[in-house]
Nanobody, 119 residues
Framework: QVHLVESGGGLVQPGGSLRLSCAAS????????MSWVRQAPGKGLEWVSA???????DYADSVKGRFTISRDNTKNTLYLQMNSLKPEDTAVYYC?????????????RGQGTQVTVSS
């Protein structure tokens, strides 16, 4: 059974940084494409970034140049380094299997991790 646990969120000032982690179990992480998605208050899910099994990243235009996705297959863990954070990045962040085109078919809402960007 797929199990994903997000962590690393918090309250940060505009321009600050956070590093999110997603611990994965229950499937073969090393061959899975993985995504980060987020949900802001009162809004729907928004895809943020993905990384394929070869380590090739993909980013939404809204985060390109500020966020970096990575993975450690030895630890079955997905990461999202977020720099130059903006108030509009405030959301609950989730990880999911899949690419930007497929994550919504398999997304299961876990606990997520809250990111709040505010002065």
């Amino acid at each position: 059974q797929v199990h994903l646990v997000e962590s690393g969120g918090g309250l940060v000032q505009p321009g600050g940084s956070l590093r999110l982690s997603c611990a994965a179990s229950g499937f073969t992480f090393s061959i899975a494409g993985m995504s980060w998605v987020r949900q802001a208050p009162g809004k729907g899910l928004e895809w943020v970034s993905a990384i394929n099994d070869l380590g090739e990243p993909d980013y939404a235009d809204s985060v390109k140049g500020r966020f970096t996705i990575s993975r450690d297959n030895t630890k079955n863990t997905l990461y999202l380094q977020m720099n130059s954070l903006k108030p509009e990045d405030t959301a609950v962040y989730y990880c999911s299997e899949g690419s930007r085109y497929t994550y919504d078919r398999v997304f299961r809402r876990g606990q997520g991790t809250q990111v709040t960007v505010s002065s």
